[in-house]
């Protein structure tokens, strides 16, 4: 009977959010106005019209610096966060899959004075091995590198993230 209840409430949960992601301006937009970026000055500035691509820039505020006077590491760290989830549940499918980070670290490599940008790129290829790594109901730890760079092109820092994809209950192979 939990079981059931539990996916029940995650149906319902689907089905409020399915809309956003049937259109990548409209998810992008929402992000901007989304008070954890907007308030710090992260901006979507792309979202590809297949979910296979986004550009994050961190603005340079003086409420984003810290006490040396470079990016505040947590903002670095931030405009990282939603993304890949975001971008592997859009071509995953909401309904079949749960994205989650599981595990994230930031390696500094070179302090920020102005503006960051990083990019993340979800490929076919990387969908297929998902499929195929999580086809028998089992969950599956991916791991990817977000290169965070200034205007120049210099690597600011790395966040090395892991996450957790697994098919939903009602998607998995029956035991």
């Known amino acids: ?6 996916i029940q409430r995650d149906i319902g949960e689907i089905a409020s959010m399915q809309w956003w992601f049937k259109y990548p301006e409209l998810m992008r ?3 901007n106005l ?6 710090t000055g992260i901006k979507v500035e792309k979202v590809a019209p297949d ?20 990016q505040f ?5 931030s405009m ?3 993304i890949y989830t975001t971008l592997l549940l859009a ?4 309904k079949r899959y749960y994205v989650w980070d599981q595990a994230a670290e930031i390696v500094f490599k ?12 979800v490929s076919d290829a990387f969908i297929e091995d998902i499929r195929q790594q999580t086809a028998s109901g089992e969950k599956y730890l991916p791991k990817v590198v977000n290169r965070l760079v200034n205007k120049n092109g210099d690597l600011i820092a790395e966040v090395n993230r892991t996450l957790y994809v697994r098919l939903r209950p009602a998607f998995r192979p029956k035991q």
Not at 1 to 6: D, I
Not at 51 to 70: D, F, I
Not at 73 to 77: I, K, T, W
């Open 1 to 6: 009977m939990l079981t059931v209840r539990l």
């Open 29 to 31: 937009r929402s992000f």
């Open 34 to 39: 989304w008070p954890p970026f907007w308030l």
């Open 51 to 70: 979910y296979s691509y986004a550009r994050v820039k961190l603005k340079w505020r003086p409420w984003t610096r810290n006490l040396n006077g470079s």
């Open 73 to 77: 590491g947590g903002s670095l760290f």
């Open 80 to 82: 990282t966060d939603p």
């Open 91 to 94: 071509r995953l499918g909401i």
């Open 110 to 121: 070179k302090p920020a004075y102005g503006a960051v940008w990083f990019e993340a790129e």
